[in-house]
C-alpha cells in the first residue's frame, strides 16, 4: 500500500474553490471568506465546518446583509479552533498542555493583526517571556510560526505556505 501525504490547500485556493462552486463570495464578503480559509489551516473540512457555523450564526443574528469578518470573528471562537487544533498541537505540547491553548490564541491573534513583537505577545497571552518563547519555539518546530529580527526586537508572524 502507498501512502499519499496530502498538503494543506493555501487560503486562495480554497476561496477559488468556493467562488468557482456558487460564482460569488456571497452571502461571504471576500475578506471573510479569505479569513475562514485562513482559519481552516488549509483543510478544506475545516472550510466547510467554518462555513456552516457562521452561517449558522448569521442566521440567528437575523441574517441580513454580507457576512463580515467581525461575524466570522463571533462565530469561529477559540474554543472551536482549540476543538480542531487539540490533535495537530498535543503532539507539539505532549509535555506543556496548559500552552497548548495559548498557541491557538497566539496563532488567532497573528491571523488578526499580522506580525508582532515577541514581548508584546505575552503580555497579550498573559504569560512570561520564557514560557512564550517555549511556546513560539514548539510552534516554530510545528510549522506554524516564523521568528525574526528586527533590532533588539523578535518579530513573530504566522508562516506563509509555499
Do not use: N
Amino acid at each position: 500500500m502507498r501512502k499519499v501525504e496530502l498538503k494543506p490547500l493555501p487560503p486562495d485556493a480554497m476561496m477559488s474553490v468556493y467562488m468557482r462552486r456558487f460564482k460569488s463570495a456571497e452571502p461571504f464578503t471576500e475578506d471573510a471568506l479569505l479569513t475562514l480559509a485562513r482559519l481552516s489551516r488549509g483543510v478544506f473540512r475545516r472550510l466547510l465546518r467554518y462555513i456552516t457555523l457562521t452561517l449558522d450564526f448569521w442566521e440567528r443574528d437575523g441574517g441580513r446583509g454580507l457576512i463580515d469578518v467581525e461575524a466570522v470573528k463571533d462565530a469561529v471562537t477559540t474554543e472551536k479552533l482549540w476543538e480542531d487544533m487539540e490533535l495537530e498541537l498535543s503532539g507539539l505540547f505532549s509535555r506543556h498542555g496548559d500552552l497548548c491553548f495559548k498557541a491557538v490564541e497566539l496563532l488567532m491573534y497573528l491571523e488578526q493583526h499580522g506580525a508582532r513583537k515577541q514581548g508584546e505577545l505575552a503580555e497579550l497571552l498573559g504569560i512570561g517571556s520564557s514560557q512564550v518563547s517555549r511556546l513560539l519555539t514548539k510552534l516554530e518546530h510545528g510549522r506554524y510560526v516564523t521568528r525574526t529580527r528586527e533590532g533588539t526586537d523578535k518579530i513573530v508572524s504566522l508562516r506563509k505556505e509555499a
